[in-house]
């Protein structure tokens, strides 16, 4: 692992463990095996750090949407299962996940990440509604502009009530609603099935 990375999983963990409040430089750099000066010659304040980790966050996030599905409610389905396992299993998703939601520093970057995230959902759901998956007295950008919150409020929720053990359900159940609610009916079970064969019965 080289050193940047592995100061941004040490710093990951610990902001995901006690936010940026309670995260210091000294114990992120004990924790990464590194001296306080090389942490500060990559990253020379703790807000350049947490801004790397969502920088980090976000490029993880995005390298699980796939561009190959032909089914655009497909891919989405299976974008969200990545994106569930990446919140469940990756420190530096999680942890960009939380400091994205914590301070005004993280605006910019915050707001950015979500723009281009329902920017893409919204690109997706137009080829849905145009391929007749959908429909058509919805528009893409409402369905993007609702479905990325949903996405979000499964996985908070889900993060105070279990520490994410029930995501996987959730994400499917969220699927499930939304399918009932905006499929077409020639391809609502079909659907179904995907989301089945994505997480199981839940």
Do not use: C
């Not at 710093?11 to 210091?24: K, M, N, P, S, Y």
């Not at 469940?88 to 994205?100: E, K």
Request: charged share 20%.
């Amino acid at each position: 692992m080289e050193r940047r990375e592995q100061i941004l999983v040490a710093a990951a963990e610990e902001f995901d463990r006690v936010g940026f409040a309670g995260a210091t430089i000294a114990g992120i750099a004990r924790a990464a095996g590194v001296s306080q000066g090389t942490l500060h010659f990559h990253f020379p304040t703790k807000l350049a750090l947490a801004l790397g980790v969502i920088g980090e966050q976000n490029a993880r996030t995005f390298d699980v949407v796939s561009h190959t599905d032909s089914s655009p409610v497909a891919a989405l389905i299976g974008a969200s299962h990545g994106i569930a396992d990446l919140l469940r299993t990756d420190p530096i998703v999680r942890a960009g996940i939380r400091l994205s939601l914590e301070r005004g520093e993280f605006q910019t970057a915050t707001l950015s990440f979500y723009e281009q995230w329902i920017g893409g959902i919204v690109d997706v759901f137009r080829l849905a509604v145009a391929s007749g998956e959908l429909r058509t007295d919805l528009t893409a950008e409402q369905l993007g502009s609702t479905v990325v919150p949903y996405f979000t409020g499964v996985q908070l929720v889900s993060d105070v009530r279990t520490r994410r053990t029930d995501l996987m359900p959730a994400v499917a159940t969220m699927w499930r609603v939304v399918i009932a609610a905006t499929a077409d009916p020639k391809h609502r079970d079909r659907l179904l099935a995907v989301v089945e064969d994505a997480f199981g019965e839940g």
